[in-house]
Nanobody
Framework: VQLVESGGGLVQAGGSLRLSCAAS????????AGWYRQAPGKQRELVAD???????NYADSVKGRFTISRDNAKNTVYLQMNTLKPEDTAVYYC????????????????WGQGTQVTVSS
């Protein structure tokens, strides 16, 4: 399974960016799709995730500013980021937890290569 991320870049504080992550390969269904980020010198942290039932989790630091969504037909997950702050600067990684078929109980995990988001003050 391959994850292709896009949409990162440089933006001024208060601006917006939209990240996309398209999954391809041997995917029967995506259970949970999420975005994580890692700033220099810090651990990777969950930004937001959404499960197959539509339940969403957000990190407290992004609630009210970021919106995660998914298009199951396209195996794509999005992250709309508004009112960006310098502290949002990080490499953002897409993650999907998926099933390869309808009869195998094993859930697999795949990561994107990361996309840089830089917010200037």
């Amino acid at each position: 399974v391959q994850l292709v991320e896009s949409g990162g870049g440089l933006v001024q504080a208060g601006g917006s960016l939209r990240l996309s992550c398209a999954a391809s390969g041997s995917i029967f269904s995506i259970d949970v799709a999420g975005w994580y980020r890692q700033a220099p010198g810090k651990q990777r942290e969950l930004v937001a995730d959404i499960n197959s039932g539509g339940s969403i989790n957000y990190a407290d630091s992004v609630k009210g500013r970021f919106t995660i969504s998914r298009d199951n037909a396209k195996n794509t997950v999005y992250l709309q980021m508004n009112t960006l702050k310098p502290e949002d600067t990080a490499v953002y990684y897409c993650n999907v937890k998926y099933y390869r078929n309808s009869y195998e109980a094993t859930r697999y995990d795949s990561w994107g290569q990361g996309t840089q988001v830089t917010v200037s003050s």
